[in-house]
């Protein structure tokens, strides 16, 4: 693995680590779409980092999903309940953030 690679893939997984503790600290103020929000991007960066170390690249956030569930949930690499806690966050952040008067 190039070492632009591995520095990449280490950013993606700090980005994560930073969004969940984001995400931590707004549910303590019941911040809840916003929280929603973080914890979608805490999985997005994860899933993106996995998806880098094993050579998938896409373009959208619903690629993403899609080589995720291809590659990873399918093949039983990563659990059906993961995948789909993932799966809902999409649909969560969807709706907190472009959903008129939607709250969490």
Do not use: P
């Amino acid at each position: 693995m190039s070492d632009f690679k591995e520095e990449y893939i280490n950013y993606r997984i700090e980005k994560s680590e930073q969004a969940y503790f984001d995400a931590k600290l707004l549910a303590t103020q019941s911040s809840w779409n916003a929280c929603v929000n973080r914890l979608y991007y805490a999985c997005y960066y994860m899933v993106s980092a996995l998806a880098l170390q094993s050579n998938i690249q896409t373009q959208t956030h619903s690629g993403l999903k899609a080589q995720f569930n291809l590659h990873f949930i399918k093949t039983n690499k990563v659990s059906i309940d993961m995948g789909k806690l993932y799966a809902d966050l999409i649909d969560s952040r969807q709706k907190g953030d472009y959903g008129d008067l939607y709250n969490f």
